[in-house]
Nanobody
Framework: QILLVESGGGSVQVGDSLRLSCAAS????????LGWFRQAPGKEREFVAT????????YYHDSVKGRFTISRDSADNTVYLQMNSLKPEDTAVFYC???????????????????WGQGTQVTVSS
């Protein structure tokens, strides 16, 4: 079992920055990719960014590429999402998730993630 706890969400204005954190724990957590998804009201949960188990590969949705950076601390299994130049369309509940797979198409797809956190709200106002 993998436990994921998100933090760092909040309300900001257009152009501001936030850093989300996800504390991941479990006996085998170091072998899991850790990613971020988001869900806005009335929309499906969508892929944002992910980093594979050893930190060698990162993948981003086109809408956040160049603005967001994902990283992980191998010592304590915390994954971060640094979000810069925030836009109103970034407003959503952001979820941390863990996946056992290690290939790009799977890591971009929600069904390939086995564990999910409870989410943290990000609100960007214009």
């Amino acid at each position: 079992q993998i436990l994921l706890v998100e933090s760092g969400g909040g309300s900001v204005q257009v152009g501001d920055s936030l850093r989300l954190s996800c504390a991941a724990s479990g006996r085998t957590v170091s072998s899991y990719a850790l990613g971020w998804f988001r869900q806005a009201p009335g929309k499906e949960r969508e892929f944002v960014a992910t980093i594979n188990w050893n930190g060698l590969n990162t993948y981003y949705h086109d809408s956040v590429k160049g603005r967001f950076t994902i990283s992980r601390d191998s010592a304590d299994n915390t994954v971060y999402l640094q979000m810069n130049s925030l836009k109103p369309e970034d407003t959503a509940v952001f979820y941390c998730a863990a996946s056992r797979v290690d290939y790009e198409s799977g890591l971009r797809s929600r069904p390939y993630y086995q564990y999910w956190g409870q989410g943290t709200q990000v609100t960007v106002s214009s």
